[in-house]
């Protein structure tokens, strides 16, 4: 038992120092953004080091030449993505329009598995608190978002020119995918019925709204299933 005990902790002792010299020959790339492929390469990193450091019956040095083989592997792809569009756009995921002009892209949502509310988890990361205020948010290769506000909110503040201003508003999701939350309603002293009658003036019923969002000053903001902007962004890698 002492000797096996020896034998894992002179494992880590001599694993540590090459991870740390194959990631940073790696660089920032594959720590930062973790692409598909970078995403890989971790994994299969993490499972050929726990493998060896837990079980002292695997043999110590091949596991090093695993392990620089990869950090090679993954440098040489690197290399052939940035010589190679083409290639590298095989190997990796592109961005997906989700936000266009403040209405929500359910196609392009559901087509890369995100729900609403993970879209509106990330536009608040942002500051960014009513999909109105967008022009155009992107989903990014490796899953985080890129928001372009309108142009008027990219504008000067009152706060950059000392003036008071209006209290802020957020808009809350009172409708998602064809279901109504009354407890939305409740907090705007709203019924159903206001909320039915605003989707008849748009000719629209409960099942046709993909999403829909209420301020405190009670303005509606509907994106349906059958609105689709006619020309989205072309954002390619």
């Known amino acids: 038992m002492l000797q096996d005990l020896l034998l894992v902790i002179g494992r880590i002792v001599t694993i540590l120092p090459i991870m740390l010299m194959i990631t940073l020959f790696m660089g920032k790339r594959a720590i930062g953004e973790l692409p598909v492929f970078d995403f890989l390469i971790i994994i299969t990193l993490a499972s050929v080091v726990g493998a060896d450091i837990a079980d002292p019956n695997i043999h110590h040095l091949p596991t090093l030449v695993a392990i620089i083989a990869i950090g090679i592997l993954q440098k ?83 706060g950059d020119l000392q003036i008071a201003g209006a209290k802020s508003l957020i808009s809350y999701p009172v409708i998602v995918e064809g279901s109504i939350d009354s407890s939305v309603l409740e907090a705007w002293q709203l019924e159903e019925a206001w909320l039915t009658e605003q989707l008849h003036r748009k000719n629209l019923q409960l099942e046709d709204v993909f999403f829909a969002s209420v301020n405190s000053v009670h303005e509606l903001h509907i994106c349906s299933y059958e609105e689709i902007p006619e020309k989205l962004p072309p954002v390619y890698h």
């Open 76 to 158: 040489a792809v690197s290399y052939l993505k940035l010589a190679n569009r083409k290639f590298g756009h095989k190997i990796t995921l592109e961005p997906t329009v989700v936000i266009h002009e403040g209405m929500l892209i359910q196609q392009n949502i559901k087509k890369i598995g995100f729900s609403i509310d993970n879209i509106l988890q990330m536009l608040r990361e942002k500051d960014v608190f009513d999909i109105r205020d967008v022009e155009t948010a992107i989903i990014e290769a490796n899953g985080s978002l890129s928001v372009l506000k309108k142009q008027k909110k990219r504008e000067v503040t009152l």
